[in-house]
């Protein structure tokens, strides 16, 4: 079963940053205004993710929707 979060911009940054620590290996789906115009996917775990934010931090605003996969 996987699990959905809903994160603002304040806080996705750090959500992926305690991933990071918490489960590094774990595959998330972050999707960014979900069925909006600038509606943006990435995938992958949270480092690649969280790297992905630091260089297109343009793109880390809005609201957030996070997958996580189960254990």
Not at 34 to 41: A, D, G, H, R, S
């Amino acid at each position: 079963e996987k699990k959905k979060l809903y994160k603002t911009t304040q806080r996705i940054l750090k959500l992926l940053e305690e991933l990071t620590v918490a489960a590094p290996e774990r595959k998330l789906v972050v999707v960014r205004e979900i069925t909006k115009m600038f509606e943006n996917v990435q995938r992958g775990v949270a480092a690649e993710i969280l790297a992905y934010f630091g260089a297109h931090s343009d793109e880390v605003r809005g609201e957030f929707v996070v997958i996580v996969e189960s254990l």
